[in-house]
């Protein structure tokens, strides 16, 4: 079968033309889905982004051009991007550090141990009340030091939306902890 014609099928919606799409391109999106998602494709996830997919390509399918072609590309991204999303839901949250978050210096007096431990646990708490993407973002930022560029690779962000949520996330951390509880402020 032509693929113009499977297109141009597909673009009118004509009996069957979904099914002859599927016969023909579910080996070749099954294989784009378990290239992005690697070792954590199950035979489930990637049925389901297969479907997926597929139902993607009906719902558009009227806006298709039989005459550009580049039809497989097109389905190859709609694979790709719902993998893609599948990486993003699937991904656990970094955890926060175990122990201090504000690193306790040796030569401090045992008062100010057990401040810099009362902010620690102050901060660990207001870091969770952050939605999950923002406060992995800032554990990685700031306590693992990783660069704005490195956050961004690594959560399959743009470095621009790592370096916003960042500064959100620093108005709404400083509005928390300046409150003041029992007229003592926070750090």
């Keep these: 079968m032509n693929e113009a014609k499977l297109v141009r099928d597909l673009k009118r919606k004509q009996r069957g033309a979904l099914d002859r799409a599927i016969d023909r391109y579910s080996g070749y999106v099954g294989a784009v889905a378990r290239s992005v998602l690697g070792s954590r494709a199950t035979r489930e996830d990637l049925e389901e982004i297969v479907s997926d997919s597929f139902l993607a390509l009906w719902r558009v399918s009227e806006r298709l051009d039989e005459t550009r072609g580049g039809f497989k590309s097109y389905l190859s991204a709609i694979a790709r991007n719902l993998s893609v999303d599948r990486l993003r839901k699937s991904r656990p949250a970094e955890p926060l ?14 008062e100010q141990t057990v ?9 660990r708490a207001v870091l969770e009340e952050l939605a999950a993407d923002d406060c992995e973002i800032f554990v990685r930022f700031y306590y693992y030091r990783q660069t704005v560029r490195e956050i961004a690779e690594t959560l399959d962000m743009n470095e621009s939306t790592v370096k916003a949520r960042l500064a959100r996330g620093r108005s709404k951390l400083r509005d928390k902890l300046t409150k003041e509880v029992d007229g003592y402020a926070y750090l």
């Excluded at 810099?116 to 102050?122: G, L």
């Design 97 to 110: 550090p175990e122990g201090d978050l504000l690193a306790a210096d040796e030569a401090q007096g045992p």
């Design 115 to 123: 401040l810099r431990r009362e902010q620690a646990q102050t901060l």
